[in-house]
């Protein structure tokens, strides 16, 4: 298994030893330094809760209560991250909110050890402050890995919004002329181009968020293609807009 | 070519749908165990994924049913391919067992460590021999800055006194600045080295000065008794940070090593992390021991005692280094 060099910034490509290959959507330092900054502000809440806790003990003894309190704010420092990494399956608190996750570079389970180290390296990272070091090796890196993720050999991905798509809700059910000429849709088949498929169930996909004329203009281009490949008799095609022409044409072309 | 997309989808997705449950049941317990008929199934569902993602990008170049197959693939081959450990922690055996032998493994690592201390160390001693006003910049610290001799008899009439009522305060004080210290010594082994040649150097320059000092000024007996209990713990606890930093080092820079970068440090982060905890608990004591022991002076404690308290704490440490773990080997 090995993870192939990649080519963008926007994705780690993962080849499995069976030949599967996946990409991984990695996270931008945006949406990292947001996923930090909430972590902060719950370390900080955190660190509000105990001071309130050992306050008691304070009123006991000065010196216990204070040592508590240094130990504490120490620990939930340094625990936090790996705790929340480690339970909650390469999450903290901010990155499940900015629907992020700490992921092995070659896209193998998260060990403990990669966790502890990722984490114990964030103080260098943040040298000289405000994660500088780690904000600019994760600029330089084309895996977008701060020095703490080269050492543990992980990357943070985003989560991708996984709903299974539903062709039915995107080709409809409305009755379609060009399949009764099998021929030419056989023929349509054979001269596609995939790339220009895909574009077509796309557009689709995305009709309503194109206001009106960009939705003529982008139809009317892509019906200009499909007719260029294979011309269907007129009373098949002069009824129909631009639109469902299109519409027609993907269904002819995924539904054989 | 192309396939036909609604079917494929309607024939596939019960097996998405009951992988998906799968790797639901792995999320919400990491330890989960399969038994044979189920983990065989869970094979073939994800094989099964992997085939029809591969269909789809081969064929049909659908964006978000790729995206969908490649997110459910990628869960399924990180559980199926996992190397963790499944066996269970135990702290005791990480400590008495796992910690000796990683350091052993590593001890070229430990020498280095040593090797550059003392020369630090060597450093301090000649230049406060060489030139003495250097003191207040090699050792910036108030408490240092006086005549040895003026802080021991000052010591002995407070009679432990000047820390009553701050032990505790002083001893967490002590355990998370040691170990902030330990941890940027490990961490800076990612500057191929240098952070950590550094840090351990300037360790070593700082205690090679305080030593040359206090020995000068004829006080030998009262340096041993303040520095050896906590210090024999507190140093060494330091130089496995740089162990561990300079095994990130030896990662990062992989001589000698045909394997690729990742696979080091895949190799060496249980190693680095073993050594860091074992570093942690190392100064926890020395903590403890700094701040209710070491600061007691003559007459409360006699530095016999306390001398030779730090030479059994060494002997202890040096003979668990060597011989821990050998025995369950």
Redesign the interface.
Known sequence: ?R?TSPSHYDSLP?R?P?G?????PLAGPVSRLMALAVDLMVVGAIGKGIQMLTAPFLAL????G???Q??LF?VVNFLYGILCEWLL?GQTLGKRILKLRV???????L????I??RN??R??DGLPAFYLLGGFTCLLNKRMQR?GD????TVVVR??E????D??QI?GSKFNSLLEHRHLCARL?QR?R??L??LA??AL?RRDQLDANSRLAVFKDLAGHFRQLVTFPPEVTEAIGDEQYVRNVVEA???? | M??????F?EAE?PH?DALEVLLKRF?NN?DLLLPLDEAQRFHYLY?RS?SA??KI?T???????K????????RA???I????DRKSFNPWKWFTISFPRTFRRRWQAFQMSIALTVLGVLFGCIALAIDPEAKSVIMPFSHLGGKPSERVAQEMKDKGERLS?????F???L??HN??VT??T???G?TFGL?TILLLFYNGVILGAVAFDYIADGQLIFLLGWLLPHGVIEIPAILLGGQAGFV?AH??IGWGSRVSR?ER??IA??D??TI?GAAAVFLIWAGIVEAFFSQYHEPVLPYGVKIAFGCAEFAALVFFLWRGGRRAA
Do not use: C
């Not at chain 1, 996984?162 to 798509?165: D, E, G, I, K, T």
């Not at chain 2, 995206?67 to 990628?74: C, D, G």
């Not at chain 2, 391919?81 to 963790?84: C, K, L």
């Not at chain 2, 009522?165 to 305060?169: D, L, V």
């Open positions: 298994m993870a993962i499995t069976e599967i290959e996946f990409s991984l003894s000065v010196d216990a204070s040592a508590i240094i130990l120490f399956h992921v092995d570079a070659a896209g193998l389970r060990e403990p050890s990669q502890v180290l114990l390296l103080l260098v020095l080269i050492a543990a050999g989560v991708p996984v709903a299974q798509p062709l039915d080709l088949r596609v995939p790339e498929t895909a169930l796309q996909i072309l995924y539904r054989k | 192309l396939i036909d997309l609604g079917k989808v997705r998405w999320e990491p094989q992997a993602l591969n990008g064929f049909a170049s659908e964006p978000e049913l995206r969908y197959l490649e997110w459910l693939v990628s081959y990180a559980e391919h996992e190397s963790h009522g701050h032990k505790a305060h001893s967490a004080e355990m998370t170990t902030k941890i940027f490990m961490g800076l990612i952070g990130i990662a990062l990742r440090f895949r982060s249980p680095i992390v860091m």
